[in-house]
């Protein structure tokens, strides 16, 4: 009879953190190193690594200091490459080379690719020759493509053995494969030419052959892009993804962890990006002001340079708007429907993109359905619009609005819908081009269809 | 020796299934039947998923129809709920009970989640005792709750088994469980007590108890948010979890993919909310242009009645203006920086609340960190502004654009990044109340400080 205690379901205990960081912030401001100590002692490497994650790099370097060796590789490990990124910069060379050499090979290259340029050889220079051979083969591949995630830690089998050796080879070398569900089956030139999962090992008969069992490879090639090999491995569910090179031999393995790692990492740069800022890379309550300002200020200023735009256009109607003032009343209400209706397109569009439901080449077919759509909401709004200023102003007024607001959303969704597709011709981020991007472009453009219609409806 | 060709890596196969949806198309609209059928024998069940996704609902149904029985089981079973749920619509009842049964107990709850509510009794009758009993047990948890999304098929084992007595029930159960990589441990009263990889099973040798391998078993409350127990699942990287009820006790299994599935789910509905746009559901391609069009007029509609404000705000200060048309050029300019910083700081902030890095606790340290962004962001515009507007116009009016800048900011970022603290307090999706409303609300706002500021500062 087992009499352990259930274990609780403990599904993020934010009270029990955010009381400890409390304590931690408390006993660092005081400089009472060991009272900080203490409350650290107690605590799970999952906790720590949340923890470290909320405090200041600064604080959190003193912090790390006070870890034991043991648990500080454990916690290490743990931590995004961000903030690994930055405890090296602030820990000696003998202690770097010692968590480095633990590191997995994939892991390794996360953080190679947070430190300077310059410091890699050096690290690369301290590890055993096995473990630097296994790094450098993922490092040779290009920043953004899948072969730089994978990890070239693996098991294979191969057709003509059976199912009773493959789980004797796989239990015999265990230790070295980054995942044991999924094997790549290899011909003797070491191209994948299948895979099978450990399920059907053990579903199978002792002597069933690898080669009855084993199901099509889906294959990722090492130079694809990242992003679009880890999404087509959580579209589909695969556990592993076996990387090929451009023979179609196994260089690697890509596993359904990582790919949404790499996923998630994506998602915050396109958020970020599609609200106008830098990703922060660290958790927003731990990252200094400075740098929050900094992640900002480039894009507030570049949309602000664009802004100008818009005095420029209502300069040159200045003489009209002295005329009849009550014009300028309209205007932010008839720009921000513009971006609002742009905004919308661009994040339909850029979600179709993202998720690959759309490619560059439907240029034409985005552009006819965009069309059709800002006429249908052009005209919904409108109606409206008009029947509104109608009867609150006059019958004129009305007119220049309702028909300036059919105007501005055929324009604003067409721009706003091609705007991600132009982006990625031009290979520039399309969440980058997006949505405050879009609104300025739409403003200016707006002003100019509000002053040429009024002038032509009134006459003036 | 083995002959069989290399598999040629296919990540997506763009080129060949654009070219087979225009040949199908083009069968349809000619209503050559028999042209589609040939087309559709020989391609994967794989790629038929992805015709069936980019055909309009009306082809879609006409292309299923032309598959075999077997055929339309296993594409079925590969299409989105949404999707499937579309197609029921059009079965006839015999149909869709016979695919009901073959499916998998929880996905045969994403499908009753998006059927009408008077379907899903018929549906359930019509299913073998044991299934019906299985898929119960899953809809009896709440809508949002991860004890919906969870598979109630599993395998356990038990502290006082061996790795080979474990290794035996799994063989002997394999294909009663949805996952078999990682096993939770059970007491003699169901409760989960650790759980064990199957690695680890694999790597002892066959006498060793469950009880000396097991390690802490990492759960999730069956009544839990979907959406926290997902993200908790792949922030771990762990490939399941156990779920249990309140007691502690295994109720079902939450596998890595499923959960993937929740949180791509939740990201689409974000992304879309953030631009203001209700989430299509469907690929953008093969949406009716009617459904693009009614996910996104209602937002713009309410967007537009609150920015009716602007125009009421303007109309108090119209005698102002009238005075000095000069202020009215600066209008899109500051409210457009206003609308971006508040856009700025929402982003963020929705983010961070997301990914579980901020609590609705967190808004008085979110208030004076967003405070101290604002005025940061603010002086630095602030200056430029004054500067530019000096030289071109006079040194008034760039005090009065250069001290809006500063206040407008400040306004902006502090309300943007408490807003979605806010929508989270009083329990509405925080990407809902975000940029679009917050563009909105900072226009109005932005216009009020404007006036005052230059009232103030040119005694008008």
């Known amino acids: 009879m087992n009499t352990q205690p259930p274990t609780q379901p403990l599904p993020t205990q934010p009270a029990a953190t955010t009381d400890l960081i409390d304590t931690i912030e408390q006993s660092l401001s005081s400089r009472d190193l060991a009272a900080a100590s203490a409350a650290l002692s107690p605590i799970s490497t999952r906790q720590m690594v949340q923890v470290l994650d909320r405090l200041s790099p600064h604080q959190c370097a003193i912090v790390y200091r006070l870890l034991s060796k043991q648990r500080a590789v454990e916690v290490f490990e743990d931590l995004s490459p961000e903030l690994q990124g930055e405890l090296v910069r602030g820990l000696q060379d003998a202690e770097v080379a010692a968590l480095f050499e633990e590191m997995d090979p ?28 296994l790094t450098a083969s993922v490092l040779g591949y290009p920043r953004d493509s899948i072969g730089r995630r994978m990890s070239p830690e693996y098991v294979t089998t191969h057709p003509e053995l059976t199912a009773a050796e ?13 995942t044991i ?14 895979v099978v999962s450990l399920r059907d090992l053990l579903a199978a008969d002792d002597d069933t052959l690898v080669d009855a069992m084993m199901q099509d490879a889906h294959t990722a090639l090492a130079d694809a892009d990242a992003e679009t090999a880890a999404r087509d ?35 915050n740069e396109d958020a970020a990006r599609q609200g106008g800022v830098e990703p922060l890379g660290r958790p927003y309550l731990s990252t200094p002001i400075r740098r929050i300002v900094r992640s900002r200020v480039v894009w507030l200023l570049v949309l602000a340079v664009g802004a100008t735009l818009t005095v420029q256009v209502l300069s040159v109607f200045e003489a009209t708007l002295e005329q009849l003032t009550v014009l300028a009343l309209f205007v932010p209400l008839l720009i921000g429907t513009g971006g609002n209706t742009g905004n919308q397109a661009a994040t339909t569009v850029t979600r179709a993109l993202a998720l690959g439901e759309i490619r560059p080449r439907d240029l034409l077919r985005v552009l006819s359905r965009e069309l059709r759509v800002g006429v249908s909401l052009g005209v919904l709004l409108g109606l409206l619009g008009f029947a509104i200023t109608a009867l609150v102003y006059d019958w004129q007024i009305g007119l220049v609005i309702g028909c300036t607001l059919v105007a501005v959303c055929t ?16 290979r520039v981020d399309p969440a980058v081009f997006s949505n405050p991007f879009i609104t300025t472009f739409v403003d200016a453009t707006g002003l100019v269809i509000y002053f040429v219609i009024a002038k032509a409806i009134l006459g003036i």
Chains 1, 2 share one sequence.
């Open 106 to 133: 994939d892991d390794r290259v996360w953080l190679l690719d947070e430190l300077p340029a310059s410091v890699a050889p050096r690290l690369l220079r301290g590890l055993s020759p096995h473990e630097r051979e």
């Open 166 to 178: 493959t789980l004797r080879r796989l239990r015999a070398r265990i230790d070295d494969a980054e």
């Open 181 to 194: 569900y999924t094997l790549p089956v290899t011909d003797s030139a070491r191209r994948v030419v299948g």
């Open 233 to 267: 491995c959580t579209d589909r569910g695969l556990l592993a993804v076996p990387v090929v090179d451009s023979e179609g031999r196994l260089v690697g393995i890509l596993t359904i962890d990582d790919a949404v790692r790499i996923l998630k990492r994506e998602e």
């Open 411 to 426: 324009v604003a969704a067409t721009i706003g819908g091609i705007m991600p597709l132009v982006a990625r011709m031009i």
